[in-house]
Structure formats: structure tokens, C-alpha cells
């Protein structure tokens, strides 16, 4: 594309190139087509409805310099400024990862929960619930959740306060951009996992959720994702380091009963399992991403488990 004058590229003939640049870039076919469209800044029917359109000197001048940096490593995500995830769209940059498409299975299993839970743990209009996001980066898990509570609330008056942490001050400050756009109200804290949180009892959670880095630090695969923040990535002791000391502190920030949902690698299932078991939980189960693959772990946490 670089070769070619404005006068001669039209939508038709990036669609055209599309698969091809793709290959080459070792990138999914619509990374070449999404860009296209945010530069050009049309919806997604134009490449339809209007594939003659000629790209002007300075839309060709931006398109090929987009695709020069997905050569170089840049993410589509990154090149935009925006992810959709869930039901909305979240701003990031490079001090956040990039959501996942199965990290939606970790919003979707913690609103199961919460609406399926025992009739004792089952908020009411009497009770103030609180939920905390370990590791919020771009805050996709804790807005989402906030966001669905949120409309919930019109069909039953219960107050949910949504707590989201994570130690990148830059990460926070995408996170409460996007609270603020996707308008749900979420109190965001400063903190290495639990450290600036509070064990008193009127401060306790009722869920606690997270996805913390957890893939190894030796995996190869680790390569091909350079430009989202290593420390969001990758964590030691194969990967299991963060979720040991997640699940390990929850029960002194948990409520009896309390939801702790984790999402963790392909291969941890039965670790994130056993991690649980050992640290007070019951109703332990892992469930499956959209690819058929052990995701997230939840269990609910069991004082009479804890050892005196």
C-alpha cells in the first residue's frame, strides 16, 4: 500500500488485500479491514455499500502507517485507543492489557452467581453488597459487572459498591476514564493486591474477582505479546504466583459465604482447584472458555473450614 498514490487506493482494493497484508502480517483479515474503517471513520457497512471510495493523501498517509506498526507489533486495540468487551467499549493504551473476549466468561459466571446464590446470601433491599476487582487495568471486569448491577437495581433496590485495585497508577487512570464514559460509579484504590485494603468487618466483600497475570514467565508465547505490560502478562512459580496469593488472602476480605472467581491459564485448572480447597473454599468448580478450555476457578468461602 505504500507504493500507491490516494487516486488509486479505494476501499475495493484494500478488502481485496486484505487477507493477503493479513498473512503477512501474521494478524487476524479484519485488523486490516477495522483499521481501515477508523481511519476513514465509517461503520462497518461501508465496505459494503460504498467500496469505490478513494482514500484521501492523508487517510492512505495514516492507513499504511497503522499497518507499518502492526508490522512492527502494535495491536489493532492499541492503534484505535479502543476494545469492545461485554456490552461496551473501553479506552486502552499500553500500560493496559487488552481484554479478552473469554474474560467475559469470568463477568458472565459472577453475575450468575450473584443471581443464583443461596437464599441467606441473596442481596435484598435491607443490605449494601460490596464486589472487588484484583488487578482492574483497563477496569473491563469491575465496569462491566458495575454496569449490569447497575441495571439490575431498577428491578430489585439493591446497592452494590464496586472496588476495583491495581498498582499501575497510568492503568487507573484509563480504568476511571472508563467509569466515567460507561457511566457506573466505582471507588478505585492505589494498592498492591490487598495492601490498602481494610480486614474490619463493615469492609468485608461479598465477591472478589481478578485476572491476574498468570502465564509463565519461560512460556514462548510470551514473545508475540511485547506490547502489552509484562507485569499484567506473566507471573513466577509457572504462572501461579498472583492467583497463590489472591486465593490465599481472600478468606481475611471475604464475608462467610463470599464469591472468589479467578481466571487463570488453559493448564491451571486443577492447581487453581486445589489452591482453593486449601484456603477454606467450597462449591469449588472451574468452568470452561468459548474454546473448550479450563478458564476460571470460583468457590465461596467457608469459615468452619479455617483452622485454629
Given at each position: 500500500?505504500?507504493?500507491?498514490?490516494?487516486?488509486?487506493?479505494?476501499?475495493?482494493?484494500?478488502?481485496q488485500?486484505?487477507?493477503?497484508?493479513?498473512?503477512?502480517?501474521?494478524?487476524?483479515?479484519?485488523?486490516?479491514?477495522?483499521?481501515?474503517?477508523?481511519?476513514?471513520?465509517?461503520?462497518?457497512?461501508?465496505?459494503?455499500?460504498?467500496?469505490?471510495?478513494?482514500?484521501?493523501?492523508?487517510?492512505?498517509e495514516?492507513?499504511?502507517?497503522?499497518?507499518?506498526?502492526?508490522?512492527?507489533?502494535?495491536?489493532?486495540?492499541?492503534?484505535?485507543?479502543?476494545?469492545?468487551?461485554?456490552?461496551?467499549?473501553?479506552?486502552?493504551?499500553?500500560?493496559?492489557?487488552?481484554?479478552?473476549?473469554?474474560?467475559?466468561?469470568?463477568?458472565?459466571?459472577?453475575?450468575?452467581?450473584?443471581?443464583?446464590?443461596?437464599?441467606?446470601?441473596?442481596?435484598?433491599?435491607?443490605?449494601?453488597?460490596?464486589?472487588?476487582?484484583?488487578?482492574?487495568?483497563?477496569?473491563?471486569i469491575?465496569?462491566?459487572?458495575?454496569?449490569?448491577?447497575?441495571?439490575?437495581?431498577?428491578?430489585?433496590?439493591?446497592?452494590?459498591?464496586?472496588?476495583?485495585?491495581?498498582f499501575?497508577?497510568?492503568?487507573?487512570?484509563?480504568?476511571?476514564?472508563?467509569?466515567v464514559?460507561?457511566?457506573?460509579?466505582?471507588?478505585?484504590?492505589?494498592?498492591?493486591?490487598?495492601?490498602?485494603?481494610?480486614?474490619?468487618?463493615?469492609?468485608?466483600?461479598?465477591?472478589?474477582?481478578?485476572?491476574?497475570?498468570?502465564i509463565?514467565?519461560a512460556?514462548?508465547?510470551?514473545?508475540?505479546?511485547?506490547?502489552?505490560?509484562?507485569?499484567?502478562?506473566s507471573?513466577?512459580?509457572?504462572?501461579?504466583?498472583?492467583?497463590?496469593?489472591?486465593?490465599?488472602?481472600?478468606?481475611?476480605?471475604?464475608?462467610?459465604?463470599?464469591?472468589?472467581?479467578?481466571?487463570?491459564?488453559?493448564?491451571?485448572?486443577?492447581?487453581?482447584?486445589?489452591l482453593?480447597?486449601?484456603?477454606?473454599?467450597?462449591?469449588?468448580?472451574?468452568?470452561?472458555?468459548f474454546?473448550?478450555?479450563?478458564?476460571?476457578?470460583?468457590?465461596?468461602?467457608?469459615?468452619?473450614?479455617?483452622?485454629?
Open positions: 500500500m505504500t507504493a500507491q498514490k490516494a487516486a488509486d487506493v479505494t476501499v475495493w482494493q484494500i478488502k488485500q486484505a487477507i493477503q497484508m493479513a498473512e503477512e502480517l501474521s494478524v487476524p483479515p479484519f485488523w486490516i479491514t477495522d483499521w481501515l474503517l477508523y481511519v476513514i471513520d465509517k461503520p462497518a457497512l461501508f465496505l459494503i455499500t460504498d467500496d469505490s471510495y478513494q482514500l484521501s493523501d492523508v487517510e492512505v495514516r492507513f499504511n502507517a497503522g499497518v507499518t506498526k502492526m508490522q512492527q507489533g502494535t495491536p489493532l486495540a492499541y492503534l484505535t485507543g479502543i476494545q469492545a468487551f461485554w456490552s461496551l467499549d473501553f479506552a486502552v493504551n499500553e500500560h493496559t492489557l487488552i481484554p479478552r473476549p473469554d474474560t467475559e466468561v469470568l463477568v458472565e459466571q459472577v453475575l450468575h452467581w450473584i443471581n443464583t446464590a443461596n437464599e441467606e446470601f441473596v442481596p435484598n433491599a435491607a443490605s449494601n453488597k460490596r464486589l472487588l476487582d484484583l488487578g482492574t487495568g483497563s477496569g473491563c469491575a465496569i462491566s459487572l458495575a454496569h449490569e448491577l447497575k441495571l439490575a437495581r431498577k428491578l430489585e433496590p439493591v446497592s452494590w459498591q464496586v472496588v476495583a485495585v491495581d499501575s497508577l497510568e492503568a487507573l487512570k484509563i480504568a476511571q476514564h472508563n467509569a464514559s460507561n457511566a457506573v460509579d466505582i471507588e478505585f484504590v492505589h494498592s498492591s493486591w490487598y495492601d490498602a485494603l481494610s480486614t474490619q468487618d463493615e469492609h468485608l466483600f461479598d465477591v472478589i474477582v481478578s485476572n491476574p497475570p498468570y509463565d514467565e512460556d514462548e508465547h510470551l514473545a508475540g505479546l511485547l506490547a502489552e505490560p509484562i507485569s499484567a502478562l507471573a513466577p512459580n509457572h504462572g501461579l504466583a498472583d492467583i497463590e496469593h489472591i486465593v490465599h488472602h481472600a478468606p481475611q476480605y471475604l464475608k462467610v459465604g463470599g464469591l472468589l472467581a479467578i481466571e487463570h491459564g488453559f493448564d491451571q485448572g486443577h492447581a487453581a482447584r486445589q482453593f480447597a486449601d484456603n477454606h473454599f467450597d462449591n469449588i468448580q472451574t468452568i470452561k472458555d474454546g473448550g478450555n479450563d478458564r476460571v476457578t470460583l468457590g465461596q468461602f467457608n469459615k468452619n473450614k479455617l483452622q485454629y
